[in-house]
């Protein structure tokens, strides 16, 4: 008695749809349809005192039409995401905005603190980023990743 694998195949259907026309080498590595990517870097402190802030550059590589630029960097503040957050809220009903990394009270300027926010920027910018709807419906979305020039009572 044999026994047949799972994995084995069954039906000349199957067969067939398999072996029909491979990838070329120009599907496989051209240039996707459309793309956004995004990353959030180079954490820099200001000021002094009470005072002190820090700011991260956002990098922008897009071919989605929405967007003005097919490559960007801005500058924001933590406090330019929370704007961000919830103006995306207002604008977008139909969409779940994710929470943004917890408000830091205390070493807010240590290395690892930065960075831990760093991470979690750049985690709810590509969740937001990626989101079809928000990539072709949110105008506050490709200003906020775009426009150096950004401004939160535009928007309010």
């Known amino acids: ?12 259907f199957e067969d067939s749809l398999l072996s029909s026309r491979g990838q070329t080498i120009e599907e496989m590595y051209s240039v996707p349809e459309s793309f956004l990517e995004v990353e959030v870097r ?10 002190m802030y820090t700011d991260y550059e956002i990098v922008c590589k897009t071919n989605i039409p929405a967007f003005k630029l097919r490559h960007s ?4 503040r933590y406090s330019d995401f929370e704007a961000f957050q919830d103006i995306l809220e207002n ?20 290395d690892e603190v930065i960075e ?23 105008k506050v979305l490709c200003a906020f990743l775009q426009d150096p020039n950004w401004d939160k009572t535009q928007w309010i």
């Not at 008695?1 to 039906?11: L, Q, Y």
């Not at 920027?121 to 072709?136: K, S």
């Open 1 to 12: 008695m044999s026994t047949v694998s799972p994995f084995a195949r069954s039906t000349a």
């Open 91 to 110: 604008e977008s009903t139909r969409v779940n905005i994710p929470p943004l990394p917890g408000k830091v009270f205390t070493n807010r300027f240590s």
């Open 73 to 76: 960097t801005v500058r924001r």
């Open 42 to 51: 180079n954490p820099q402190t200001h000021g002094f005192g009470r005072k």
């Open 116 to 138: 831990s926010r760093r991470e979690g920027l750049e985690r709810f910018l590509n969740i937001v980023a990626g989101h079809p709807l928000l990539q072709t419906g949110s």
